[in-house]
């Protein structure tokens, strides 16, 4: 009788350490993931630039509506086009006219798409001036 219950306990034991094998892994898993996401990481697209880390979800909008419209200022960065679409709102809530601004942009970058580009602006960074 003695040893039909060593082999019971011995079941349980190796039955537990399964289960304290199972418990390290989904938390090790949860740590990992944790710290991604306080890291700045999506795990399915790899690590977020500091670029992208700094741009608003409505200047996200703006970014995906010019490069949607092919209005994309050449050779300029995420970063710089946000800061171009803003100062097109500054202009404009200044008083320079939409047909003004829209030339200069097109004067400034060298580039055609004047129009879409003033258009985003006013529909994403200051909808308060499209109003």
């Known amino acids: 009788m003695l040893i039909p219950l060593l082999e019971i306990r011995g079941s349980t034991m190796f ?3 399964i289960q304290l094998r199972a418990n390290v892994v989904v938390v090790s898993l949860a740590v990992v993931v944790l710290g991604a996401a306080v890291a700045g990481c999506d795990p399915t697209t790899g690590p977020r630039t500091a670029e992208a880390a700094e741009i608003s979800a409505v200047e996200a909008s703006f970014l995906e509506e010019i490069k949607i ?3 994309t200022l050449p ?3 995420a970063k ?3 800061a171009a679409g803003h100062a097109t709102c500054e202009h404009l ?3 320079v006219s939409v047909l003004d601004e829209t030339t200069a942009v097109e004067q400034t970058y060298q580039f055609d798409h ?3 580009f003033v258009s985003a602006a006013t529909t ?3 909808p308060d001036f499209a109003s």
Request: proline share 5%; hydrophobic share 30%.
């Open 75 to 77: 050779g300029k960065s």
């Open 15 to 17: 039955a537990g350490r």
């Open 69 to 71: 419209n092919d209005a």
């Open 114 to 116: 004047g129009p879409l």
């Open 124 to 126: 994403n960074l200051c």
């Open 93 to 95: 809530r200044g008083g």
């Open 80 to 82: 710089e086009m946000v």
